[in-house]
Nanobody, 121 residues
Framework: QVQLVESGGGLAQPGGSLRLSCAAS?????????MGWYGRSPGKQRELVAA???????NSADSVKGRFTISRDNAKNTLYLQMNNLKPEDTAVYYC??????????????WGQGTQVTVSS
C-alpha cells in the first residue's frame, strides 16, 4: 500500500505564505492516476483544493486560483502546495490524496493524516 506523509502546515498571517509537502512511498511499484490536496474547514465537507495528474494537468478551486500552486517532484515522489497570499478563509485541515491504478483496471484512494493550516493575525 501507499503511505502519504504530510508536512508544512502551521500558523501564518494574512498575506503570508506556506508550502505543504506530501511524500509518497510504497513497498512496491505503483502508478499514480492523480494526486491532490483537499481541505476541510470546520463544519464543512472535505473539498478539492488542487489536483495534478501524472500527465501534468492541474485543476484547482476557484477560491485559490492565482494564489495556490500545485506541483510534484517525480524524482522524490513528493507533492507540493505553494500557498501564497493566505486568507483567514483558507484555515483548514489539508489532506494529501493519491489515487493509484490497480492491476484490475480500477483505482484506490490513499490519504495522508492531514496538516493544520491556520491563517490569523
Amino acid at each position: 500500500q501507499v503511505q502519504l506523509v504530510e508536512s508544512g502546515g502551521g500558523l501564518a498571517q494574512p498575506g503570508g505564505s506556506l508550502r505543504l509537502s506530501c511524500a509518497a512511498s510504497a513497498g512496491s511499484f505503483f502508478v499514480i492516476n492523480f494526486m491532490g490536496w483537499y481541505g476541510r474547514s470546520p463544519g464543512k465537507q472535505r473539498e478539492l483544493v488542487a489536483a495534478e495528474t501524472s500527465g501534468g494537468r492541474t485543476n484547482s478551486a476557484d477560491s485559490v486560483k492565482g494564489r495556490f500552486t500545485i506541483s510534484r517532484d517525480n524524482a522524490k515522489n513528493t507533492l507540493y502546495l505553494q500557498m501564497n497570499n493566505l486568507k483567514p478563509e483558507d484555515t483548514a485541515v489539508y489532506y494529501c490524496n493519491a489515487n493509484i491504478w490497480t492491476m484490475s483496471g480500477g483505482s484506490l484512494d490513499y490519504w495522508g493524516q492531514g496538516t493544520q493550516v491556520t491563517v490569523s493575525s
